[in-house]
């Protein structure tokens, strides 16, 4: 998807230019088309010129995106777009991203408990599976005094991660080795984040302080564990160096080896002057000279 600013504007041949080194065929022309067949609705200037946003852009993409590696007909796109609720999940499910963007949560939903009857017009996903993910203690279930039962906001990250991965027949008890984990890095976090934070008096800077802090520890430690979990899966599917690479290598590092153990014979312009060897006619003329 475009990485353009939220708030500018294209014209309609910066959107051209801008999408070109992926869409070669496109001209202002084609873009026109497609707004007289209403696919697209870019703003109007009063003085009638377009101006196309972000979500212009993202949505074009889509468009072009489709056409050229699913050759759809331009109604059947459409309805595609008429009926996606999200442009950026339509574009990750057709293969633009490789990503699912996840939404972020307003601070008044995450520091909130929501009754577990609300989840599946929140999140869309099933109450039996909210319950799957507490009883393998992915997240907390809290009961209310009136016997209610109560989901954090503040899980409804994990909660979305989780339904993604369902869709890999990865259930919520095959995710408990990562709350093993969890709570194993955490104790190490905390020790780490309490001396890096030091003595802040005010909390909007402790706050923000923190949040810097442990995003960064926590890139860190997810590239540690990226890249094991990488080497382990990738060695277990024999995608590996073989043994005939293996021999290869050494060849090479031997030679290498054998050649840096050759005494260097220096050259006679590495030499200092007085200590190059004379030729004999050079000789005879400084003779003859004296």
């Given at each position: 998807?475009?990485?353009?600013?939220?708030r500018?504007?294209?014209?309609?041949?910066?959107?051209?230019?801008?999408?070109r080194?992926?869409?070669?065929?496109?001209?202002?022309s084609k873009?026109?088309?497609?707004?007289?067949?209403?696919?697209?609705?870019?703003?109007r200037?009063?003085?009638?010129?377009r101006?196309?946003?972000?979500e212009?852009?993202?949505?074009?993409?889509v468009i072009?995106?489709?056409q050229?590696?699913r050759?759809?007909?331009?109604n059947?796109?459409?309805?595609?777009?008429d009926?996606?609720?999200?442009?950026?999940t339509?574009?990750?499910?057709?293969?633009?991203?490789?990503?699912?963007?996840?939404k972020?949560?307003?601070?008044?939903?995450?520091?909130?408990?929501?009754?577990?009857?609300?989840?599946?017009?929140?999140?869309?996903?099933?109450i039996s599976?909210?319950?799957a993910?507490?009883?393998?203690?992915?997240?907390?279930?809290?009961?209310?005094?009136?016997?209610?039962?109560?989901?954090?906001?503040?899980?409804?990250?994990?909660?979305?991660?989780?339904?993604?991965l369902?869709?890999f027949?990865?259930?919520p008890?095959?995710?408990?080795?990562?709350?093993?984990?969890?709570?194993?890095?955490?104790?190490m976090?905390?020790?780490?984040?309490?001396?890096?934070?030091?003595?802040?008096?005010?909390?909007?800077?402790?706050d923000?302080?923190?949040?810097?802090?442990?995003?960064?520890?926590?890139?860190?430690?997810?590239?540690?564990r990226?890249?094991?979990?990488?080497?382990?899966?990738?060695?277990?599917?024999n995608a590996?160096?073989?043994?005939?690479?293996?021999?290869?290598?050494?060849?090479?590092?031997n030679?290498?080896?054998?050649?840096q153990?050759?005494?260097?014979?220096?050259?006679?312009?590495?030499?200092?002057?007085?200590?190059?060897?004379?030729?004999?006619?050079?000789?005879?003329?400084?003779?003859?000279?004296?």
């Amino acid at each position: 998807m475009s990485s353009l600013a939220e708030r500018n504007y294209l014209s309609i041949g910066q959107v051209v230019n801008f999408l070109r080194g992926a869409y070669p065929d496109l001209s202002n022309s084609k873009i026109r088309f497609l707004e007289d067949e209403g696919l697209i609705t870019p703003h109007r200037t009063p003085k009638g010129y377009r101006q196309y946003s972000k979500e212009d852009v993202d949505r074009l993409e889509v468009i072009l995106h489709l056409q050229k590696t699913r050759y759809m007909p331009l109604n059947v796109i459409k309805q595609k777009l008429d009926n996606a609720t999200d442009l950026s999940t339509l574009a990750f499910e057709v293969g633009l991203l490789s990503d699912l963007p996840m939404k972020a949560e307003p601070k008044e939903t995450k520091q909130k408990l929501h009754p577990i009857e609300d989840i599946p017009d929140l999140l869309g996903v099933e109450i039996s599976f909210i319950r799957a993910l507490a009883d393998n203690d992915l997240i907390r279930i809290v009961r209310s005094p009136q016997n209610r039962d109560l989901v954090d906001g503040r899980d409804f990250e994990i909660i979305r991660l989780c339904s993604e991965l369902n869709r890999f027949h990865i259930e919520p008890r095959n995710l408990r080795q990562y709350v093993s984990a969890a709570n194993r890095e955490s104790a190490m976090f905390e020790q780490v984040l309490i001396g890096m934070l030091g003595m802040d008096s005010s909390d909007d800077e402790r706050d923000a302080k923190l949040e810097r802090a442990f995003n960064k520890l926590h890139d860190l430690t997810d590239g540690v564990r990226t890249a094991l979990l990488k080497n382990r899966v990738f060695e277990s599917l024999n995608a590996v160096v073989d043994d005939a690479d293996l021999d290869t290598i050494d060849d090479e590092i031997n030679r290498a080896e054998k050649a840096q153990l050759k005494p260097h014979r220096p050259t006679q312009e590495s030499l200092p002057v007085e200590s190059r060897p004379v030729s004999s006619s050079k000789a005879a003329s400084r003779k003859r000279i004296r």
